[in-house]
């Protein structure tokens, strides 16, 4: 298990809004008010849930790693572990709380529903954040150094995957994450993560303080800033 202090996560108000469709911008009046209230709702309802393993990497082909056993198929993945012989894998969720939110809110209120989804979406965030801080400062206490954080549905890396990483974490027993037959993650602000661990500064390092949309290769996702 991994931190899960609620007093250390800050949500970003400013994610908030890209996720709402604002872009760099912020709303006024009503809804400026309404969001406040939303991140105190979820910030009360959250229950953090994480846990992360550590496995040894290897390249069997081309465009293939192998991470504790598991082969996936990735020229994206590939690339961003290049040089690594280690990863943490994690898994964190914000719990079941926001969901039950969002589904309330979309019976009687769309747009406090909206607020949550939005919310919920950078909570998960912050607190993979915090994860990844705990990451690096283990291993650069080893002298060695962390790549950018990679998750299933980037690039290449196919969102099939989870199911591997599930079980490599035994991911449903340890925080209560489960996966549907469509790989969707319930609760739904869930995440899985791969972490590279390399001995040298080589590569994409990791710094999970930077803004995702100026380092994520992603470029069809509709909450990409402008």
């Avoid at 949550?116 to 400062?137: H, K, M, R, S, W």
């Avoid at 650069?140 to 890396?157: A, H, I, M, V, W």
């Avoid at 996966?179 to 390399?198: D, E, N, Y």
């Amino acid at each position: 298990m991994l931190p899960a202090n609620k007093e250390k996560i800050t949500i970003d108000i400013e994610e908030v809004c890209r996720y709402l469709g604002y872009g760099n911008s912020r709303p006024e009046g009503d809804v400026s008010i309404m969001i406040g209230d939303c991140m105190d709702d979820v910030y009360r309802s959250a229950q953090l849930r994480s846990v992360c393993r550590r496995f040894p990497v290897a390249f069997p082909a081309e465009d293939t790693v192998r991470i504790g056993g598991m082969d996936i198929k990735s020229s994206t993945l590939s690339r961003a572990l290049e040089g690594c012989t280690e990863a943490m894998v994690f898994g964190a969720t914000v719990g079941m709380g926001i969901d039950s939110l969002i589904a309330k809110a979309t019976v009687n209120n769309i747009t406090r529903s909206a607020i949550y989804q939005a919310v919920g979406a950078a909570y998960i965030e912050a607190y993979c954040d915090l994860i990844n801080d705990d990451i690096d400062t283990r291993i650069r206490l080893e002298g060695k150094q962390t790549r950018r954080r990679f998750s299933p549905g980037y690039g290449d890396f196919s969102i099939d995957c989870q199911r591997g990483l599930f079980d490599l974490l035994d991911l449903t027993r340890q925080t209560g994450i489960c996966l549907t037959s469509g790989m969707a993650m319930t609760p739904s602000k869930s995440v899985t993560a791969i972490v590279g661990i390399s001995c040298d500064g080589a590569g994409d390092t990791s710094d999970s303080s930077e803004k995702k949309c100026e380092t994520c290769t992603k470029a069809d996702c509709p909450y990409r800033s402008i």
